[in-house]
């Protein structure tokens, strides 16, 4: 069997329920817009036009039973309506259709705020439940209309096609469900980094590369700060490192003492301003050379660190 499977909101104008005139003649509306409800069981689709529910009124519900597995009328079998509001539920069970597949229910419910409208339909003595969210039944009749009037879907390029019209030919529907389409193709791929989550490891000095551990290995997550190796140089026959850092920190003391001694010197003005000036100019460079050098280094060996952690994005597992 063909079946033409729609996406969209279905059902438009199965049925006209007539205001409850029993209850409502105080009311004048000429129309009142139906509540549309649908819902699926594993065995049966059920679409209903109610009136709106309000305290103390009756609702006509118009419900049409499909069996999923030909989406053909329901021709037997009974079927109870529950509208549940809290601890408060008011049903009525029907043994049978009106006409096949339409069932027509009046419940009056007995107290104000969400509920959920259950339909139990008991064929052979096996039972199948299919439940409504998202009703609410109002304190007023006037509010419980004019909330089911905004709840109307309407479109210029709808068409009228009813229940009983869909059972007598190829037709079907199904839920709206968020699933891939089109031709999937399954393959492997590279993931590489983005730029801001890639940085480049300048080693300062030369010498020997020493990891701290055996676990330092492509792919291992590593966080801001932290060691991935050092470089000894004090092996080195040229450009020694500890030896640098030696000359360095003798430089800086040497620079120091000059200056201390020409500033005590300047006070009797035994030394001119301008030997001053120099003597502190030497100093002052001694000490950045000398700082630079104990920042970077240590007993010889440069640490190197991770300038980044680890990035918080995660690939797909789909990929």
């Known amino acids: 069997m063909k079946l033409t499977y729609l996406v969209s909101a279905l ?12 209850n409502d003649q105080d009311l004048d509306h000429g129309h009142v817009d139906n509540l549309q409800l649908i819902s699926y069981s594993d065995g049966f689709e059920m679409f209903a036009e109610a009136t709106p529910f309000a305290v103390g009124h009756e609702s006509e519900i118009l419900a ?10 329901l021709e037997n079998g009974s079927v109870t309506a529950s509208l549940v509001v809290g601890d408060d539920t008011v ?34 003595g096996k039972i199948s439940q299919l439940t409504v969210e998202g009703i609410t039944v109002f304190a007023d009749l006037n509010d419980a209309i004019h909330a089911a009037e905004d709840a109307v879907i309407t479109s210029s390029n709808g068409a009228v096609f009813t229940k009983e019209q869909s059972w007598k030919v ?4 199904e839920e709206i469900r968020k699933e891939p389409f089109g031709q999937v193709i399954r393959t492997i791929g590279q993931i590489q980094p983005s730029p801001g989550d890639e940085r480049i490891v300048v080693a300062k000095t030369g010498g020997v590369v020493l990891f701290p551990g055996d676990d ?7 966080g801001a700060g932290e060691t991935l190796f050092t470089i000894d140089g004090s092996g080195m026959a040229d450009n020694n490192l500890s030896v640098r850092f030696s000359e360095a920190r003798n430089e800086y ?19 001119s301003q301008r030997e ?29 660190n991770s300038p980044i952690g680890e990035s918080t994005w995660k690939p797909d597992s789909r990929f």
């Open 11 to 22: 059902f438009l104008a199965v049925a006209t329920l007539s205001c409850n005139r029993n």
């Open 64 to 73: 049409h039973f499909t069996r999923l597995e030909n989406f053909k009328p």
């Open 91 to 124: 049903s009525q069970t029907l043994d049978s259709p009106m006409r096949p597949g339409i069932f027509r229910f009046t419940l009056k419910p007995g107290e104000k705020g969400e509920a959920k409208l259950l339909f139990n339909v008991k064929i052979s």
């Open 170 to 173: 190829d037709f079907a529907t």
């Open 216 to 222: 330092v290995v492509e792919g291992r997550a590593v």
């Open 253 to 271: 003391s040497l620079a120091r003492a000059e200056y201390d001694r020409k500033a005590e010197l300047a006070k009797d003005r035994i030394v």
């Open 276 to 304: 001053l000036r120099r003597a502190e100019t030497e100093m002052e460079n001694a000490r950045a050379n000398f700082n630079n050098l104990q920042k970077n280094f240590s007993a010889g060996k440069q640490s190197v």
